[in-house]
């Protein structure tokens, strides 16, 4: 005997019918998220001149009659990928140029070359700071500040392990005398050197240097290497500073790592890349085996050494040394060789 009337069985079955199950929207109407990234066969290469508080400038087009310049952010699966100046980035977006738009980057072309330093010799953590750079112009000045022959030997080091093709520029000249200081890289036929002095800038004669490169400028703080861009670049209106009378050391006057065009009056053009001056480049990211490479004077020398040879002082029957001794090879200039090796002989990671 059943309890329920024909009312209550009426009831029952509604109660159990799905047709009357509410659904709740999604609040936010977006497509389940997937690993998967549109191709962005369209994407524009433009080249990063710079950034700034996590907006990137661009440039844009295949030549200068096609040019925009462009304002840019990354996306967010390249959060974690350095992008730098002298990168050439694919971006999507608005590529008009026009003002107030905004692009994305969303890759980066394969690196003809990456310059980098660290933070000493033992930090492996590499700074990165300019890519597919073609030359390096190391700005030396002859006095205020004094030159510093061993930091000029790291760069040269950095230079080669990425492959660069190394300029030096000594400024100051009408300050004081640089032949001392130059003979410690008589050696290096491949270094072409620039003299500079108040008044008198090779401004010529390194701008066709220049001119089809991609030349990153690095040097010591005070040095006058914003003074050199400004007459290479005028437009470049780079901030230029003095040296501190009582330390003797140079200001930070450029902030962050730029790029401009040169433009030759006859031959073309090339890029200018300044960089903030430092006081320290430290070589943890280097591999010691392009350290003697960098010493082009040394390394025949070297090849005479005993097999396994640290070419340190110490180091038994290093050719070397005995050149040294026999007056064949500048003291200096191997010392410098033996202080970075020194640095360098308890590393494990290579």
């Not at 072309?109 to 590499?126: F, K, M, N």
């Not at 470049?236 to 930070?252: D, L």
Request: hydrophobic letters at 35%.
């Amino acid at each position: 005997m059943s309890w329920l009337s024909d009312d209550d069985e009426d009831d029952d079955d509604l109660a159990f019918d799905e047709s009357a199950v509410r659904v709740r929207p999604n609040p936010k109407a977006n497509r389940p998220r997937t690993k998967r990234r549109p191709a962005h066969d369209d994407a524009t290469i433009a080249r990063v001149l710079g950034v700034d508080r996590g907006r990137y400038s661009l440039l844009a087009g295949e030549d200068t009659s096609d040019e925009r310049e462009l304002t840019g952010v990354r996306a967010r699966e390249l959060r974690k990928t350095p992008i730098v100046t002298g990168d050439r980035a694919r971006v999507v977006g608005d590529t008009s140029g026009d003002e107030g738009t905004l692009t994305r980057i969303i890759g980066i072309e394969p690196r003809t070359s990456l310059l980098r330093r660290s933070a000493d010799d033992t930090d492996q953590v590499e700074r990165v700071i300019v890519a597919n750079a073609t030359q390096m112009l190391l700005v030396v000045a002859a006095a205020d500040p004094e030159p510093r022959p061993r930091l000029v030997d790291r760069y040269l080091i950095a230079a080669l392990d990425a492959g660069i093709r190394p300029l030096m520029v000594i400024t100051k000249t009408d300050l004081a005398d640089p032949t001392e200081f130059l003979a410690h890289f008589e050696g290096l036929d491949d270094l072409r050197i620039f003299t500079s002095r108040k008044g008198e800038a090779p401004s010529a004669a390194i701008g066709e240097a220049l001119v089809g490169q991609s030349t990153v400028f690095v040097g010591h703080s005070g040095v006058g290497k914003s003074t050199l861009v400004n007459s290479l670049v005028p437009s470049a209106q780079r901030a230029t500073g003095h040296v501190n009378e009582v330390t003797g050391r140079g200001r930070h006057t450029s902030s962050s790592t730029v790029s401009y065009r040169y433009e030759s009056p006859d031959s073309g053009h090339g890029w200018v890349i300044d960089t903030p001056g430092v006081r320290s480049f430290g070589l943890g990211h280097v591999d010691p085996a392009n350290i003697l490479k960098a010493y082009h004077d040394l390394e025949p020398v070297a090849e005479k050494c005993p097999r396994g040879c640290t070419h340190l002082e110490d180091a038994p029957d290093c050719a070397l040394n005995e050149a040294v001794a026999a007056g064949e090879l500048p003291a200096a200039r191997v010392d410098s060789l033996q202080r970075l090796l020194a640095t360098f002989k308890d590393r494990t990671d290579y």
